[in-house]
T-cell receptor, first 111, second 114 residues
Framework: ELKVEQNPLFLSMQEGKNYTIYCNYS?????LYWYRQDPGKSLESLFV?????AVKQEGRLMASLDTKARLSTLHITAAVHDLSATYFC???????????FGAGTRLFVKA | DTEVTQTPKHLVMGMTNKKSLKCEQH?????MYWYKQKAKKPPELMFV???????INESVPSRFSPECPNSSLLNLHLHALQPEDSALYLC?????????????FGSGTRLTVV
């Protein structure tokens, strides 16, 4: 059974600092996602990572995937308050339609 | 149109009521999903429809009944719910061959069972 673990689960950081969120998963998968969720809102797709060594960047966020280590990272550069949200990684299970979410990382960026 | 539209946004229902949640997309996606999300928890998959046929049911209680009338619409019929069913219900869609696509999620229906 596929398990997806994120850490940390809660992150409070100062504006301007850098930090990394980690996502480990337990079985082979060919697709990993990062989503953002603001309080009381729906999920917004940030990145889809398909292959080993994939790296994608959007603004202050950069995601990478190491399929051999079954590890993805979401790196935050020079954080700003607007990045405060919950970030989920998710991994496709066998067959592709069953996506398992990590517990989420609640990020709070202090001004 | 790149949106998934869910109605209603909020719903309060009694344990003896019957209600339905609706979801609509016009992106040509042939896979549609229902997720349930409790507060401060990740979304949990309930049902998956591919080509309008139910392909995954994650052992969801029969008081939740999904329906996919056509390729654009997805319903979730609710009957005799329990207070613990109160949650945010999210609809999502994707292409069948997802390739580089993530899911497109609707804004959700916040359900309260009293």
């Amino acid at each position: 059974e596929l398990k997806v673990e994120q850490n940390p689960l809660f992150l409070s950081m100062q504006e301007g600092k850098n930090y990394t969120i980690y996502c480990n998963y337990s079985t082979t998968s060919d697709r990993l996602y990062w989503y953002r969720q603001d309080p009381g809102k729906s999920l917004e797709s940030l990145f889809v990572l398909l292959s080993n060594g994939a790296v994608k960047q959007e603004g202050r966020l950069m995601a990478s995937l190491d399929t051999k280590a079954r590890l993805s990272t979401l790196h935050i550069t020079a954080a700003v308050h607007d990045l405060s949200a919950t970030y989920f990684c998710a991994v496709d299970s066998g067959g592709g339609f069953k996506t398992i979410f990590g517990a989420g990382t609640r990020l709070f960026v202090k001004a | 149109d790149t949106e998934v539209t869910q109605t209603p946004k909020h719903l309060v229902m009694g344990m003896t009521n019957k209600k339905s949640l609706k979801c609509e997309q016009h992106m040509g996606h042939r896979a549609m999903y229902w997720y349930k999300q409790k507060a401060k928890k990740p979304p949990e998959l309930m049902f998956v429809y591919s080509y309008e046929k139910l392909s995954i049911n994650e052992s969801v209680p029969s008081r939740f009944s999904p329906e996919c009338p056509n390729s654009s619409l997805l319903n979730l019929h609710l009957h005799a719910l329990q207070p613990e069913d109160s949650a945010l219900y999210l609809c999502a869609s994707s292409p069948i061959q997802k390739q580089g696509y993530g899911y497109t999620f609707g804004s959700g229906t916040r359900l309260t069972v009293v």
